[in-house]
């Protein structure tokens, strides 16, 4: 069965650092886009970042551009988003999803497109 499951989301203060880790089982993770969202109450799911499969290729959200890392480490079929600098307004709901579109084709941050999700890791940035 497949599965997908986040952790590393906790509370930091303005200008602290987390690293979250989307783990798959079931599936193995080097075939799918991987793409990290987030939700903060009251709002729509926002797409913060993607990498494709196959070649790499990584797009971020400006509001995250030169702060937030993605990574993907394929032989642990795990993937990863650090974040840096973190201020208040990236307090949401963070969630991995991996998308089995073509190998290497650009990434998207359409929710659409994917086909897994994992359950969600909160990030709270307090002032």
């Known amino acids: 069965q497949a599965q997908i499951v986040e952790s590393g989301g906790g509370l930091v203060q303005s200008g602290g650092s987390l690293r979250l880790t989307c783990t798959a089982s079931g599936f193995t993770l080097g075939y799918y886009a991987i793409g990290w969202f987030r939700q903060a109450p009251g709002k729509e799911r926002e797409g913060v970042s993607c990498i494709s499969n196959g070649n790499g290729r990584i797009y971020y959200a400006d509001s995250v551009k030169d702060r937030f890392t993605i990574s993907r480490d394929d032989e642990r079929n795990t993937a990863y988003l650090q974040l840096n600098n973190l201020k208040p307004e990236d307090t949401a709901v963070y969630y991995c999803?991996?998308?089995?579109?073509?190998?290497?084709?650009?990434?998207?941050?359409?929710?659409?497109?994917?086909?897994?999700w994992g359950q969600g890791t909160q990030v709270t940035v307090s002032s």
């Open positions: 999803a991996a998308d089995n579109g073509p190998m290497g084709f650009p990434c998207t941050v359409e929710p659409k497109t994917y086909n897994y």
